[in-house]
C-alpha cells in the first residue's frame, strides 16, 4: 500500500510537471499556506517574493519534512536566505524533494524592495528533475509580487508563480502557474489572521485560512485550514534572541498526519543595512 501511495502521488508530479511541494517553511505551513500577505522572513520567497521587502534582519533558516505522511521517499529539504543592503533585499533559497527514483531540485534568486507602503519583488528559479531510467531536465520559471500595506493593521498581497509559463522536457510539460491574492489583519496585539485565494492552473480555486496568537513575544500559537484537499495545520513557534524554532503539523483527510521542523538564525541592526 505505502508503494502505491507514492507510485500515484508521483505520477501526478510527472504528468503535472512536478514542482507542487515547493511551499516550505514551518510558520507558513501551519498558518495553513495563507502567507500571501506575509512579510518579514525568508520563506516568503516561496509565497510571494514581495514579502521580502519587510524583512528587517539578515535571516539564514532550514527548513525539514522528514516523512511527510509516513513516506520517507517524499521528504523535502528547503534553506532560505535573507540579506539587506542598501538598494534592497537579496534572497537565495534551496530545495530538495523526493528520493533516489524521482528528485526535483529548485534554487531561488530573489530580489525585493519598497515604495512608500508598496512592497515589490521578483525571482527567478531554476527547477531540475531527474527521473530514474528517463534521465532529466531543467527549465527557469519566474515570479513576481506586491504586497501592500493598507493601513497598520491589514496588509494585502498579489503572486505570480511561473510567470513566463515555463515548460520543462523534450515534451514540453508546462509548470503550472499560480495566481494568490491574500490579505493579513491583526485585530489586536499579538493576534494575526490570515487568508489566501489561490488558482492554479489546471485546478480549481481554493481558500487558506491561517490564525496565530503570540501569548508573549517569545511563544506563538498556530491553526490553519486549506479547502483545496481538506486540510487542517497547526504549529508553535518559539524564540530566544536571534534564534527561532517553528514546528508544524499538517493532518490530511486521506494520507494521515505529517511534521515539519524550522530553524532560523536572525542578525544584523533592526531596518539597518548590513
Known sequence: MRWLIILVFLLSQISRAGFQQSEAGSRPKALGGAYAAAGGDAWTMFFNVAGLSRLDRNEVSFFYSPSPFGLPELGLEA?????????????????????????????????????????????????????????????????????????????????VKNLNAPKIGVSREPLPQVFTIGFEYVPAGGVTLAGDYRKES???????????????????????????????????????????????????????WTHEFTFSIRWGAVGGTP
Not at 524521482?102 to 527521473?131: C, D
Not at 513575544?217 to 513557534?237: N, Y
Open 79 to 159: 534553506a532560505a536566505f535573507g540579506f539587506r543592503s542598501n538598494f534592497g533585499v537579496i534572497g537565495l533559497a534551496a530545495r530538495r524533494f523526493g528520493f533516489e527514483l524521482y528528485r526535483e531540485l529548485s534554487a531561488t534568486l530573489s530580489y525585493a524592495s519598497s515604495v512608500s507602503t508598496i512592497g515589490f519583488g521578483l525571482s527567478l528559479n531554476r527547477h531540475s528533475v531527474a527521473i530514474s531510467r528517463y534521465g532529466s531536465a531543467s527549465v527557469i520559471g519566474v515570479d513576481a509580487g506586491l504586497l501592500a500595506g493598507l493601513s497598520g493593521r491589514l496588509a494585502c498581497g498579489l503572486s
Open 202 to 256: 489546471g485546478r480549481a480555486a481554493a481558500t487558506r485560512f491561517g490564525f496565530e496568537y503570540r501569548i508573549v513575544s517569545a511563544l506563538a500559537l498556530r491553526a490553519g485550514f486549506s479547502d483545496a484537499e481538506t486540510r487542517t495545520t497547526g504549529g508553535v513557534g518559539i524564540q530566544y534572541m536571534s534564534f527561532r524554532l517553528d514546528y508544524a503539523f499538517e493532518s490530511h483527510q486521506e494520507l494521515g
